[in-house]
């Protein structure tokens, strides 16, 4: 299976990039900075240099993908995520690629309810509201897409190994909720759903 990773080289998709190349797939990775992977020496990664916001590069690097990885980020500044997926689906589209695995972020929708004050009003309502912003906007694209979309809303990113210990699939009433989880078990549960259908079409959170 070959994977397409669009934010390969931040700090989540750096972890997405080195789990699927230990599973063996094979990984197009897309970057704008093609120099920060030239430590990883694998067979199976191909890297591409391009510009998620240049839909004919988006286009060109779907040849022979089997699934999508949307990792996007842009700090708190929120002008990358909602575009940058808007040309990705545009791209899978005319390619003829059906499966998007995609991170947002716990808050959106129905799991506001999971988040406390300090996320709410402080991070969500202040500090980062255009990246949320734009996060809400990258969700109604892939909602709208008729893809076959997981979207995985994970809590802050924290340091740390794959755990395999977060809570996964909670409604918007549970509460006993850490609102983190790190990079590595992120990528671990996006990774996972290539081999399961149960999410396929399915908004997904999961944190400690």
């Not at 063996?24 to 391009?50: C, M, W």
């Not at 040309?87 to 506001?112: E, F, H, P, Y």
Request: net charge positive; hydrophobic share 40%; aromatic share 10%.
């Amino acid at each position: 299976m070959q994977i397409l990773i669009f934010g390969a080289t931040g700090s989540l998709g750096s972890h997405i990039v080195e789990q699927a190349l230990e599973k063996d797939y094979s990984v197009k990775a897309f970057t704008r900075n093609p120099e920060k992977l030239r430590g990883l020496n694998n067979s199976h990664l191909t890297t591409i240099q391009g510009d998620v916001n240049n839909l004919s590069e988006v286009e060109n690097a779907m040849k022979d993908v089997d699934a999508v990885f949307c990792a996007l980020g842009d700090g708190a500044k929120g002008k990358v995520r909602a575009a940058g997926t808007r040309n990705i689906i545009k791209a899978m589209k005319k390619s003829g690629v059906k499966r998007l695995i995609c991170q947002t972020t716990l808050g959106l929708g129905d799991s506001w309810n999971n988040l406390n004050f300090f996320w709410k009003y402080i991070m969500f309502g202040f500090l980062l509201k255009k990246a949320f912003q734009d996060h809400q906007l990258q969700e109604k694209y892939i909602l709208e897409s008729g893809l076959n979309y997981t979207i995985v809303r994970p809590g802050a990113f924290t340091n740390g190994e794959v755990t395999q210990s977060f809570q996964i699939d909670f409604d918007a009433h549970a509460k006993n909720l850490a609102l983190k989880i790190s990079r590595a078990d992120i990528a671990f549960f996006m990774l996972e759903q290539l081999a399961s259908e149960k999410f396929v079409g399915r908004v997904v959170s999961i944190s400690n």
